[in-house]
């Protein structure tokens, strides 16, 4: 197993710099797109065989340095109860929502083993077949809860910030379930043999300092408390939080991944104690080579050869990507950014 992506988590020195992208196994890659003609999201997500072929086909083709599960943070919410469909063009869909304290009874406590066995089935199957780290993953409960509330996508999170302010007993209680649910997803994926977890608050951005720090850090910290026990690095991934990055290291993870909307210098004075992933902007991997190349450098130029750097997008890879320039960024990365000593 080649553990430099694990060896980058704990700040630990490496002789190259670790990179993988999320959404690396996603729209870009004409065999994925090909084996969505045949099969739904949910039916790969559940099918532990195509879990594990769309999981590991990136690392045969890009040459990263980890894998990470393929899956979708709505999975455990539908193994707790939630009529969740995920409709192409609009995404995740729950019918009905969840907006009311009476409205929780429908979410019940996760039983894993019960209620989402293939997670640990496709998780066994990609170990096995895998060279580098598996990462498992779960959405953070005020981006999950961003969804429940308004039963569909909502990039403003403007459901679950009214009844944060409306009814913020009823939005703690759904946050708290969330959490709950969060960590045992998590733990049940390591104890599958995952290596490391990631935790995604993609909405985390629409938030105030006050809200974050009031309503959804207690949470977040709660479930990096008890994964932390596990022995497995974790990561904390938001997007649109560069102003408040300090609250999103001090509710936790080892590692914190951050967008393209922040240098990775100024990162670090944030979080100067941890590992920071990021943070290519996913826009310039739609333009020519040698703006790639040039953006790429000034993130790894922006990393200064600290320890703790793994190199990764600012968000997902978008659809319109050409796979072989993403190999081809793979291979500036591990060329372009050995360890140099830092004074």
């Not at 590991?56 to 009529?83: C, T």
């Not at 999170?157 to 409306?166: D, N, T």
Request: charged share 25%.
């Amino acid at each position: 197993m080649d553990d430099l992506f694990l060896r980058a988590c704990r700040r630990e020195p490496v002789e190259r710099t670790p990179v993988w992208f999320m959404r690396q196994a996603g729209r870009y890659q004409p065999e994925y797109r090909a084996l969505r003609e045949r099969h739904g999201i949910l039916e790969i997500c559940r099918t532990p065989s195509l879990a594990g072929q769309v999981t590991v086909l990136p690392v045969e083709q890009l040459g990263v340095d980890a894998a990470i599960l393929f899956s979708d943070i709505m999975v455990p919410v539908a193994g707790m109860g939630a009529a969740l469909q995920i409709v192409e063009g609009r995404g995740p869909v729950i019918d009905p929502p969840v907006r009311s304290a009476a409205d929780l009874d429908r979410l019940h406590v996760l039983d894993p083993e019960a209620d989402v066995p293939f997670v640990g089935d496709a998780v066994r199957e990609c170990v096995e077949r895998l060279e580098v780290p598996l990462i498992g993953f779960a959405g953070a409960p005020f981006t999950l809860a961003s969804y429940v509330v308004a039963g569909r996508g909502s990039r403003d999170a403007a459901g679950i910030k009214a009844l944060i302010r409306e009814a913020p007993a009823t939005a703690d209680a759904l946050m708290a379930r969330l959490a709950d649910m969060t960590a045992a997803y998590l733990r049940a994926q390591v104890e599958a043999g995952v290596q490391a977890v990631q935790l995604f608050d993609s909405w985390a951005g629409a938030l105030s300092p006050y809200d974050y720090r009031r309503s959804v850090a207690p949470h977040v910290r709660r479930i990096f408390d008890e994964v932390g026990r596990l022995g497995v690095p974790t990561i904390s991934f938001s997007t649109g939080t560069a102003g408040s990055l300090a609250d999103v290291g001090a509710a936790g993870g080892d590692v914190i991944g951050v967008d393209w909307r922040i240098g990775l210098d100024d990162a670090w004075r944030a979080v100067p104690d941890r590992a920071i992933q990021g943070n290519l902007d996913p826009d310039v991997l739609l333009g020519p080579w040698d703006t790639i190349r040039g953006a790429a450098d000034w993130v790894l130029d922006e990393a200064g050869g600290r320890d703790g750097h793994i190199f990764n997008l600012g968000h997902g890879v978008l659809p319109a990507t050409n796979p072989d320039v993403l190999a081809r960024l793979v291979d500036r990365v591990h060329e372009r950014g050995v360890r140099r000593a830092v004074a």
